[in-house]
């Protein structure tokens, strides 16, 4: 896999702050494709190829997930502890997204496996800020392979 070429699925349910990541993925002329869902379990359907996205196998795999932790239907934390149930999961790399001061919230995800834990900022340049450096260190890391 290109470093350069791998895809990001963002696990969103606030539309607001889907058109914010959009947004500053567009100022910072990032080039990976974007892929969004809107709960945990639309994550794990998207992944494993199943739910409404059955037919869907032409998505390559995602070589990182923004998963947020506060969602309806399945929250991040949930989700997590699936993905990394699934053997061809286990080493996606994965990044929490929060509101959340909850020290709970982030042991739990590391604990889970998470790769990292991201703050949202609350204003636009902070986000667009948070984005250029997610992508930056996603790009020159190192990739597990697919």
Known sequence: ???????ILLVEDNKHDVRFVQRAWAHN????PLHVVPHGQACLDYLLHQ???AND???PRP??????????????IECLRRIREQPQLKR?????LTTSKE???LIRGYELGCNAFIQKPVD?????EAVRVIHLFWTLSELPPT
């Open 1 to 7: 896999m290109s470093k350069k070429s791998f895809h």
């Open 29 to 32: 002329n990032i080039t990976n």
């Open 51 to 53: 739910g409404d996205y």
């Open 57 to 59: 196998n032409k998505q």
């Open 63 to 76: 070589g990182l997930v923004l998963l947020d932790i506060r969602m309806p239907v399945m929250d991040g």
């Open 92 to 96: 996606l790399p994965v990044v929490m």
């Open 103 to 105: 020290e709970e919230d």
């Open 124 to 128: 636009f340049d902070g986000l667009s």
